[in-house]
């Protein structure tokens, strides 16, 4: 069965620093990708995503992702964090011929000033 | 409304009782989605619509749940008999659907059993 891990359950950072969060999914077909950020109190919103095309995806608020398809992976990155990223991430993973979206158990990002 | 809307936001309900729980989609988004959320936890597949038909049922739990939609807008989700493991935020999504699935999530229901 699909799934989609994210290793990094709890990242502390302090603000500038640089942000890495990974993701990988186990699906061998054709996917379509997603971040979806939960910022506290509030519903999932998408970060970005990658359909096809240029695997390197620029998403709202400095974030990027990569997708390489040799390694299954998705990472999120930004170069440099605020403390209003302080939220939940999750990554998702939908396989292309069917409306099914697999979410990651979210990685929970603290920035602190 | 410009988003999904989910009612109520809050349910509280006794063990054992029969609970609903209504997603109104984004208008004229043909695929609609529900999961489960538990805490500390990334959003569970339950089942998704295509239209008026469940595409994907699979995530259902047992046959205690039930969701429809009828008329291929606004969607319930069913649960019977209810038990406390299935306390719970209840997210509904709803994406244009075709191949390139883009879900936009409401708020969430939060359901507790007591």
């Known amino acids: 069965a699909q799934s989609v891990s994210q290793h990094n359950h709890h990242v502390i950072l302090s603000e500038a620093a640089s942000l890495e969060l990974g993701c990988n999914y186990s699906?061998?077909?054709?996917?379509?990708l997603f971040w979806y950020v939960q910022y506290p109190g509030q519903h999932l919103q998408l970060l970005l995503k990658?359909?096809?095309?240029?695997?390197l995806v620029k998403g709202i608020k400095g974030f990027e992702a990569e997708f390489i398809k040799s390694k299954f992976s998705f990472n999120l990155r930004k170069p440099s964090v605020q403390w209003s990223d302080t939220a939940e991430y999750f990554c998702?993973?939908?396989?292309?011929?069917?409306?099914?979206?697999?979410f990651g158990t979210g990685t929970r990002l603290q920035v602190f000033p | 409304g410009a988003g999904v809307s989910q009612t109520p936001s809050n349910k509280v309900t006794e063990k054992g009782k029969y609970v609903e729980l209504r997603c109104d989609p984004i208008?004229?988004?043909?695929?609609l989605y529900w999961y489960r959320q538990s805490l500390g936890q990334g959003p569970e597949f339950l089942i998704y619509?295509?239209?008026?038909?469940?595409?994907?049922d699979s995530g259902l739990p047992n046959d205690r749940f039930f969701a429809v939609r009828p008329e291929g807008s606004v969607s319930t989700l069913k649960i019977q008999r209810t038990e406390r493991g299935d306390s719970a935020v209840y997210l509904c999504?709803?994406?244009?659907?075709?191949?390139?699935?883009?879900?936009?999530f409401g708020q969430g229901t939060r359901l507790t059993v007591v």
């Open positions: 619509f295509q239209g008026t038909g469940a595409a994907d």
């Open positions: 998702a993973v939908n396989e292309v011929n069917t409306d099914k979206l697999i």
């Open positions: 990658y359909f096809s095309g240029d695997p």
């Open positions: 999504a709803s994406s244009p659907g075709g191949r390139a699935v883009e879900a936009f």
């Open positions: 699906y061998g077909g054709t996917v379509n």
């Open positions: 208008s004229g988004h043909t695929a």
